[in-house]
């Protein structure tokens, strides 16, 4: 498999593969790769051997920009795909939620207006759901923050806030390598 990101040629990348919890798997990679590269092939040997599927897995690139470490849009495929550039978040929780609002700020702006309010309305059973990226204006870093409730108390989660790096065009983490 083929594991491919967007990040600043300046930066060094952290690439990590956690298997998921809950699924009688411990596995876990991390890569520390030079500035400049964009992809990693991952093999899946190991996995195969085991009959395991990769969407048990949650993978992350993470580069260290001005004292904040950003996600990285990641795409993991066999071969780079070169067809539907927008990204989503796939979030993963551990109990039922609700009304969830992700808010998305300029990191050098975080006291103006924010940029994009997703709101996803309705529940979401624990487990993987998919958050569109939409709104973002440029190139940069962006601080998201996650904010929700517990589906059956209503009761608010703690937010979460993340950092989230947007090369100014995702078509060009998508051109063939």
Not at 127 to 143: C, D, E, I, K, S
Request: glycine share 6%.
């Amino acid at each position: 498999m083929t594991v491919s990101w967007a990040a600043p040629d300046t930066l060094p990348v952290r690439l990590r593969v956690d298997a998921l919890p809950g699924q009688n798997l411990a596995y876990r990679m991390d890569v520390d790769l030079p500035a400049g590269t964009t992809t990693f092939s991952w093999s899946a040997a190991l996995l195969q051997r085991h009959q395991v599927v990769s969407r048990r897995f949650q993978v992350q690139a993470v580069a260290d920009l001005d004292g904040v470490s950003p996600f990285l849009p990641v795409r993991v495929a066999d071969p780079v795909p070169c067809s539907d550039p927008e990204p989503q978040l796939v979030l993963y929780t551990g109990r039922s939620i609700r009304n969830i609002v992700l808010t998305a700020h300029r990191s050098d702006d975080l006291q103006g207006d924010p940029v994009a309010v997703d709101t996803l309305v309705g529940s979401r059973p624990p487990g993987r759901f998919v958050a569109p990226v939409t709104g973002l204006t440029g190139p940069g870093v962006y601080r998201f923050v996650l904010e929700a409730q517990v589906r059956t108390t209503r009761r608010p989660i703690r937010p979460e806030t993340f950092h989230l790096y947007h090369p100014g065009s995702w078509e060009d983490q998508c051109t063939s390598r």
